[in-house]
């Protein structure tokens, strides 16, 4: 069965498709990097001489600025006993990547967290999240290691709500000044903008799950990137032949 067709594929979809409409109605120009993926379900990646890089879900753009967004849709934050604290990862590997794909374009870029127990959605520039990184190098989890950030680090907005309501009119929109502002905005517009009944009724924030681009009540599993080959590969700059994204 093609990884496209999984539950975890799905799931990542439907986060990826939140965080791109949030942006759209917030005036954002966006270019779905998920889309590229090819017929072998690799990660789309930034192609040189010397290797590749993955890069992340989302080209966004709007008046003159241009930045990356890289969507995880997860079950919940983790409590760290090491740490004591609740964190948020992705693979160590591809967060090489995108500061290799940060530095190469010159364009920074923005983590986004859907998460599906608090209902939140959760952001913040990779060079904040730097400085308070925590590497795991081993054998457990993500081949080759993983990077966790703590949640605190992290702005919220709310999610929760289904994303079939009209938004505002581009030449009507307030630009906010910040990424998470634009996320914060879009969903405001979208339940000033509703028509009645298009909004989800409150709902425990624990049965709240990502599925087809609204929140249901289910017990999610856990997340999972736009392609499958998010979940494999190798060190940064790695050759063609050595990919497995």
């Avoid at 600025?65 to 992705?90: D, M, N, P, Y």
């Avoid at 993500?142 to 309501?165: K, N, V, W």
């Amino acid at each position: 069965m093609s990884l496209r067709k999984t539950p975890e594929f799905e799931k990542g979809r439907a986060g990826e498709q939140i965080v791109s409409q949030l942006l759209q109605e917030s005036g954002w120009y966006i270019v779905p990097s998920y889309d590229y993926c090819g017929e072998d379900d690799k990660s789309p990646r930034m192609k040189g001489e010397n290797g590749f890089f993955v890069i992340p879900d989302l080209d966004a753009s709007r008046q003159g600025k241009r930045l990356w967004f890289e969507v995880k849709t997860k079950s919940s934050a983790t409590w760290t006993h090491k740490t004591q604290r609740h964190e948020h990862g992705i693979p160590l590997r591809h967060y090489r990547d995108y500061l290799r794909v940060q530095a190469e374009s010159g364009t920074p870029v923005w983590l986004v967290v859907v998460e599906q127990d608090t209902g939140k959605t959760l952001t913040q520039s990779l060079d904040e999240l730097s400085k308070q990184v925590r590497i795991y190098q081993g054998p457990k989890m993500s081949r080759g290691g993983m990077a966790f950030f703590p949640r605190d680090a992290f702005l919220s907005s709310r999610h929760a709500e289904r994303l079939t309501s009209p938004g505002v009119a581009a030449s009507k929109r307030k630009a906010p000044s910040s990424p998470q502002q634009d996320l914060q905005g879009g969903q405001a517009r979208r339940a000033q903008g509703s028509r009645p009944g298009s909004r989800l009724p409150p709902a425990d924030a624990n049965k709240l799950r990502v599925t087809g681009g609204r929140l249901p009540s289910a017990t999610p599993e856990r997340a999972a990137g736009a392609c499958s080959g998010r979940e494999t590969g190798d060190s940064p700059a790695r050759s063609e032949r050595d990919s497995t994204t």
